[in-house]
C-alpha cells in the first residue's frame, strides 16, 4: 500500500484542530461525545484522514465505553504499536496508509475475535452503504 505522507502544515490546513489533536497528535475525544456511538446503517468506517477503509459496520458493538468500537477491522488497514502513556502498556493502532492515531486494541470484544478496536469517532468518517435499489 503507498503511504499517504503530508507535512504537519498539511496535516493542520486539512483538518480541523479536533480532528489535528486526535489523529496527529494521538489525542483522545471525550467519552460519548462522537455522533458515531449511534450509527448502525450498513457502510463502512473509512480514515478521516486519508479515506482508507478500516472497518465494515456488521464488525460494529456498544461496548457501552462511549467510543465506538469495533471486534475486527479491515485486513491491512491497520497498524499498531505499544503506547506506555499511561504506563501499562496498550497496543495502539493506526491508519495503514496515513499513520493517523484512531485508538487502542483491548482484550475484552465479542466473538468471533475477542478485541475490541476502541476509536475515537472524530477519526472516522462513516460511509453509508449505496441501497441495492437504483431501478
Known amino acids: 500500500m503507498e503511504k499517504f505522507n503530508k507535512t504537519d502544515q498539511q496535516w493542520q490546513a486539512i483538518l480541523g484542530p479536533a480532528e489535528y489533536r486526535v489523529l496527529r497528535r494521538e489525542g483522545t475525544e471525550q467519552p460519548f461525545s462522537s455522533e458515531l456511538n449511534r450509527e448502525y446503517r450498513k457502510g463502512v468506517f473509512e480514515c478521516r484522514g486519508c479515506g482508507l477503509a478500516l ?40 491508519c495503514a496508509r496515513c499513520g493517523g492515531h484512531h485508538g487502542h486494541i483491548f482484550n475484552d470484544g465479542p466473538r468471533p475475535t475477542g478485541k475490541r478496536y476502541c476509536s475515537n469517532g472524530i477519526a472516522l468518517k462513516f460511509v453509508p452503504q449505496a441501497d441495492d435499489c437504483d431501478e
Open 55 to 94: 472497518f465494515y459496520s456488521d464488525s460494529k458493538f456498544d461496548s457501552g465505553t462511549g467510543w465506538p468500537s469495533f471486534h475486527s477491522a479491515i485486513e491491512g488497514s491497520l497498524e499498531t504499536k505499544t503506547d506506555f502513556k499511561l504506563i501499562v502498556p496498550r497496543t495502539e493502532y493506526h
